[in-house]
């Protein structure tokens, strides 16, 4: 579809520059933590966990930050209770998107959230209003040096995914919620290791955006929300046509 890859890049673009930043090292911290509450501390046990510590380890997170952040999940150290929140919303141009919070304190996400939203042309969604037009899956990530589309395919499939899409510099391996696990450590017995390893809200429909404007009031809202301190992951139905892709660098 008209743009996919030029988002994307910009996405990953994105993604670069926070983990230099360092600011990645907070997200990643946060999903060790609710990941070792919700399974217990051993990676061996804890399927989440391990992918977790995988994600992390790649970022270049420092294994103290690691160990500390599951004895804080495990109750081993003193931490304030993280708790797992979706806000539905739109955008500029009525996108829709879903906001995974995690955060210590409900009431100063909400507000910092509609705050973000009300100055940039975006509102809160009633819950269910935004949700129906997305699908949970697994999106496990690969560089697309590390493999040819016969080989990925081949590795994938056997391992039990649903479906293999080429995006950018990636190939894109979708799975069932309950398999994502499985099969990230399946594609790592194969020498190929993800670069990200997620559950995921992908649209099931999107919105192309071939106005320059409404483009980039969508991908500043996108970025704020996604540097958001209790911001976990941002999904969006949007995609950014190639006619003015170039004027978005």
């Known amino acids: 579809m008209a743009g996919h890859n030029k988002w994307s890049k910009i996405k990953r673009g994105k993604a670069i520059t926070d983990a230099?930043?360092?600011?990645?090292?907070?997200k990643l911290a946060k999903e060790i933590t609710l990941a070792a509450k919700a399974g217990g501390g051993s990676p061996d046990m804890n399927a989440r966990?391990?992918?977790?510590?995988?994600?992390?380890?790649?970022a270049n997170v420092p294994n103290d930050n690691i160990d500390r952040a599951i004895k804080k999940g495990?109750?081993?150290?003193?931490?304030?209770?993280?708790?797992?929140i979706l806000y539905e919303a739109y955008g500029p141009g009525g996108v829709a998107m879903m906001i995974e919070i995690v955060t210590d304190n409900r009431n100063r996400s909400a507000?910092?959230?509609?705050?973000?939203?009300s100055?940039?042309?975006?509102?809160?969604?009633?819950s269910g209003s935004v949700s129906y037009l997305?699908?949970?899956r697994g999106e496990i990530r690969l560089d697309k040096s590390a493999a040819n589309e016969d080989q990925i395919m081949e590795a994938a499939l056997d391992a039990g995914a649903d479906?293999?899409?080429?995006?950018?510099?990636?190939?894109?391996v979708y799975t069932t919620t309950d398999r994502l696990f499985q099969i990230g450590g399946a594609l790592r017995e194969k020498n190929l290791a993800p670069r990200s390893q997620n559950l995921i809200y992908q649209p099931q429909t999107t919105v192309t955006i071939s106005d320059a404007g409404?483009?980039?009031?969508?991908?500043?809202l996108y970025d704020l929300l996604d540097d958001y301190d209790d911001s976990q992951h941002v999904h969006a139905n949007f995609e950014i046509d190639d006619c003015i892709a170039d004027q978005l660098d």
């Open 20 to 26: 230099k930043r360092g600011n990645v090292f907070s």
């Open 49 to 58: 966990l391990r992918s977790a510590i995988t994600a992390a380890k790649a």
């Open 74 to 84: 495990t109750g081993e150290l003193a931490g304030a209770a993280l708790e797992e």
């Open 111 to 117: 507000n910092d959230i509609r705050t973000l939203l």
């Open 119 to 126: 100055k940039n042309n975006g509102t809160f969604a009633d």
């Open 134 to 136: 997305f699908q949970r």
């Open 163 to 172: 479906d293999i899409q080429e995006d950018g510099d990636d190939w894109v």
């Open 214 to 220: 409404t483009a980039k009031s969508l991908i500043k």
